[in-house]
């Protein structure tokens, strides 16, 4: 997503010693994508994008082979600077969202919106990056607002209560801005999936992803 130019952007296969450009995918302004942030194909096989909209921010729904604009997924009811998203292991899409200081669940059959974790629940505070963990339970970065710069986790959507605070599972003082996250490859050898958060540092030649 190029939330500059207001357009997906399409590169050719991540295999290749380097990608090269193909094409914009989603062409600019399309169905009215404005500032695009999360960007993720769904099991329809069609892409959803994240868009802060000039009037109610959206999830966006374009064709998964010609990128055709199909309307709105989701729009409005307390989706709020819309930034990462991603499918729950319940089937909805959940969307960290920046503007509400919270976490919005949005059901795949029906494009209903809901709060599923509280505004500043645990202190959460501009979310950014979201995934699930093999536990079943959420991740979220907060960037900002009160010293809440780290990750938090939250009950999954399958546990006995849906989106209350756990704990900060990455503490304050260890990042400076953590933009996305996500489980990868066990870098200390432990057993375990390792937790991989892109941390900017104001813009500079200092930015880099921290593992947990």
């Given amino acids: 997503s190029s939330f500059t130019n207001n357009s997906v952007e399409r590169y050719n296969g991540p295999f290749l010693p380097q990608s090269t450009f193909l094409s914009q995918f989603v062409t600019a302004g399309s169905g009215g994508l404005n500032v695009p942030r999360g960007v993720l194909f769904g099991p329809d096989g069609n892409l959803y994008v994240a868009s802060a909209s000039a009037g109610p921010d959206q999830i966006l729904r374009y064709d998964g082979v010609s990128g055709a604009p199909l309307g709105a997924f989701a729009t409005g009811g307390g989706l709020n600077d819309p930034r990462e998203i991603v499918w729950g292991p319940d089937g909805n899409l959940y969307v960290a969202n920046a503007g509400g200081d919270d976490v919005i669940?949005?059901?795949?059959?029906t494009g209903a919106v809901s709060q599923f974790?509280?505004?500043?629940?645990g202190g959460l505070s501009n979310p950014s990056g979201i995934t699930f963990g093999s536990d079943g339970n959420l991740y979220v970065?907060?960037?900002?607002?009160?010293?809440?710069?780290?990750?938090?986790?939250?009950?999954?959507?399958?546990?006995a209560t849906?989106?209350?605070f756990i704990n900060t599972i990455v503490a304050?003082?260890?990042?400076?801005?953590?933009?996305?996250?996500?489980?990868?490859?066990?870098?200390?050898?432990?057993?375990?999936?390792?937790?991989?958060?892109?941390?900017?540092v104001g813009f500079s030649t200092n930015d880099n992803v921290r593992v947990y």
């Fill in 105 to 109: 669940q949005i059901n795949y059959l």
């Fill in 117 to 121: 974790v509280a505004t500043a629940a």
């Fill in 141 to 159: 970065t907060s960037t900002g607002g009160g010293g809440n710069v780290n990750v938090k986790r939250f009950f999954g959507p399958n546990s």
């Fill in 162 to 164: 849906p989106g209350v």
């Fill in 172 to 200: 304050n003082g260890t990042l400076s801005d953590p933009r996305d996250l996500a489980f990868g490859p066990d870098f200390n050898a432990d057993g375990a999936p390792d937790l991989y958060v892109t941390n900017d």
